[in-house]
């Protein structure tokens, strides 16, 4: 751009220029150039990395997590540069069920991946990932599960709870214009050739354990220790902070950490409330240091409930970007309520970041529901059935209170409410 | 009435009203919801200001309050470019820190230390970003210290008395010797027995002239009101003439400003 050139080279670098005299009359916050973090790389470069699209709001870059629900809930996916934590379930069936989703789509979309682990081999997490749905055989068999529903929100303009009509509905199939999610089948494997396609990088803990340490010690455990060095050698090597400006094909390292903080990582915040307090904390930190400068993504899986300090899960929770808590109903009294016979658990989004903005995307549905169908993993609106006889709504309306309490506190940063209004 | 740039009042009427002049310690302090948005007001309140501004950003990347900067009217990379601006970039710093032995001492040097004992690095490096300019004419107004946030440097093993101690030194140099403004954030862990972060919350309420409490209604979540800010004057060099003042709205944030109105005055509810 001639105006920009002349305008010396003391406004070479990057950041607004006047440009002063040209001819489209630019205002003078006028971005130009690449930059050396990942997430502000020039826009035209970036929308071409495959299984990324710029988030509506402010551009920002995004990847799928895996499960299309879930990015309609984050704003349209997770952000280049960001941790999303997932606050584990009990028995950590569906984190981890959540963990491969977003394994599954990084092969999908041809990213590397990153996987570490201190419970199972890498080698052996990548066998068990989901199939990805293709659009034609999937849509058979949604098809058929839409007719067994009675559809009370169908197009049939509704008399009595015309509000409800209003209300936005969710998602909960595969659309197939967009690239940009996938649904996958629970019931079968990736195939073999994909897996091998595939770039992915393994971090088996008890392997690495032996090796010695080249730094000096700091609080932080042994394990986190090696991890953020692995992390930090494949993110350099490979060019993902752009320090190889060689390569002409960016692409996206998703990294994936399973039970961060558990006692196999060394780590004994989950047995003890006076453990290492600030190990974890400080590796996430690092961690995001790390993320902000590269084009890579991570979702953690973090079995917060058996943390023993509760100010470490809320340091934790300041520490990353976006926070989703998972709840399921197996093993607890809610099983067998009737209020939440459809569903297999709930699901709180504890955070989302405003990046880039003082305003951010937030749902205005805060009780959600998720439910592990044949095939599909599906987020609901949680809906409770009307109060239909006395003894009903009396047992009801405890259970009522509960789950209120419970969403209250969790309604992410926007405000947190302890009373609930009573009716 | 609806003061639209209401913590601009509230500092304004701060310094007007203390004798002495600036040297204030501001803290801003959130419960239940996310406070940045006072953090981004004060930066380009204080670059338009024509302040030299040292900022210490911990929790994001330079380029997140460069972009909101812009929207609020400032620009950053240009401030950085002329000196205005000194800014120490936790994240990207942290990873050289960590990774690479570094040859001076780094501001963040706590990171690779097992036991450090106080940040006195840190301490330093603001002195030094704020030291008077002597050529002859004074380019910037006063100085000011904006640190997002001091809840961070607990997470990284700091303890509460390090960091109080930091504060303190910190308003030895830049309120006291060179008359400047310090605004602090640190987050309220409500009721999740948070030790460090209440001695530290405590000590800066006690220690700061100006309060700014950005909280989540008592209610839960809404879409047209996203909190409640209470606002807190304390005159602690006058313990018995004036009595504290506080003064609370309710505020909705906007893509490039913030409303405030009084409680219950939402245009939405209205």
């Given amino acids: 751009m001639a105006a920009v050139a002349t305008c010396g080279t003391g406004a070479g670098s990057t950041g607004s220029v006047v440009a002063a005299g040209s001819k489209n009359h630019v205002t003078s916050f006028q971005r130009r150039g690449p930059r050396a973090s990942g997430s502000d790389s020039s826009y035209s470069r970036l929308v071409s990395i495959a299984g990324t699209r710029p988030s509506v709001r402010n551009g920002q870059l995004l990847v799928s997590t895996g499960l299309p629900a879930l990015d309609q809930l984050l704003g349209g996916g997770l952000a280049v540069g960001t941790v999303l934590l997932i606050e584990e379930d009990k028995y950590n069936i569906y984190s981890s069920l959540l963990f491969k989703y977003f394994l599954a789509e990084g092969i999908i979309n041809g990213h590397t991946l990153l996987v570490a682990s201190a419970k199972e081999d890498p080698a052996d997490i990548l066998q068990e990932l989901p199939a990805p749905l293709l659009d034609d055989n999937f849509k058979k068999d949604f098809d058929e599960e839409a007719c067994n529903h009675k559809t009370a929100e169908s197009n049939i303009k509704m008399k009595i709870a015309w509000r409800y009509q209003l209300l936005p509905k969710m998602e909960a199939g595969p659309v197939s214009s967009s690239r940009f999610g996938h649904y996958y089948d629970a019931s079968k494997k990736m195939p073999q050739e994909l897996i091998e396609a595939s770039k992915w990088h393994g971090f088996f803990f008890p392997e690495k354990s032996s090796s010695t340490l080249n730094i000096e010690p700091c609080s932080l455990t042994h394990g986190y220790i090696k991890l953020l060095q692995f992390i930090q050698n494949i993110i350099y090597e490979e060019g993902f902070d752009g320090s190889n400006p060689q390569k002409k094909q960016k692409n996206i390292l998703r990294i994936g950490i399973q039970n961060l903080g558990s006692p196999l990582w060394g780590d004994d915040i989950c047995c003890t409330e006076n453990g290492n307090s600030h190990s974890l904390t400080k590796f996430l930190y690092v961690l995001r240091g790390l993320l902000r400068t590269s084009l890579s993504a991570c979702m953690i899986t973090m079995p917060t409930h058996l943390i023993q300090n509760k100010a470490i899960i809320s340091r934790v929770t300041n520490l990353s970007d976006t926070v989703v808590g998972l709840e399921s109903f197996i093993g607890s009294e809610r099983e067998t309520n009737p209020l939440y016979k459809d569903y297999h658990g709930l699901i709180h989004i504890r955070q989302i970041p405003r990046l880039n903005n003082l305003i951010y995307d937030v749902s205005d549905v805060k009780d959600l529901a998720f439910k592990l169908k044949r095939k599909l993993f599906t987020i609901e609106r949680l809906h409770l059935p009307p109060d239909l006889s006395d003894t009903v709504s009396r047992s009801s309306k405890q259970d009522l209170a509960e789950p209120s309490k419970l969403l209250g506190p969790g309604c992410g940063v926007m405000a947190g409410g302890k009373k609930h209004l009573d009716f | ?270």
């Avoid at chain 2, 911990?58 to 470019?81: C, D, P, W």
């Avoid at chain 2, 405590?202 to 209610?219: K, V």
């Fill in chain 2, 1 to 270: 009435k609806c003061p639209g740039r209401l913590a601009d009042y509230a500092s304004a009427y701060v310094h007007r009203r203390i004798p002495g002049g600036p040297g204030k310690l501001t803290l801003l302090c959130d419960a239940n919801t996310d406070g940045s948005f006072l953090v981004h007001h004060f930066l380009s309140f204080y670059l338009k200001a024509n302040c030299k501004v040292c900022f210490v950003a911990l929790i994001q990347s330079f380029s997140h309050y460069n972009i909101v900067g812009q929207k609020l009217g400032v620009s950053l990379t240009v401030a950085r470019e002329c000196g205005q601006l000194v800014f120490l970039e936790g994240l990207k710093s942290s990873v050289d820190v960590f990774f690479r032995a570094q040859a001076e001492p780094h501001p963040l040097q706590f990171l690779r230390e097992a036991n450090a004992e106080n940040l006195q690095p840190l301490y330093e490096f603001v002195r030094e970003a704020l030291k008077p300019v002597d050529d002859g004419e004074a380019a910037w107004r006063c100085p000011v210290l904006l640190v997002d946030d001091l809840s961070v440097l607990l997470s990284l093993g700091m303890g509460a008395v390090a960091v109080l101690d930091f504060i303190h030194y910190c308003r030895a140099t830049v309120c006291w010797e060179r008359k400047g403004n310090i605004v602090a954030l640190v987050h309220d862990s409500g009721d999740t027995e948070d030790e460090e972060n209440n001695i530290l919350l405590n000590g800066l309420s006690h220690q700061s002239h100006l309060i700014l409490r950005a909280e989540g209604l008592a209610t839960g979540f809404c879409r047209d009101v996203h909190g409640q800010l209470r606002i807190l004057w304390r005159t602690p060099s006058q313990p018995t003439t004036q009595r504290d003042q506080s003064l609370t709205y309710q505020y909705k944030i906007q893509d490039k400003s913030v409303s405030f109105f009084a409680k219950g005055m939402s245009p939405a509810v209205l």
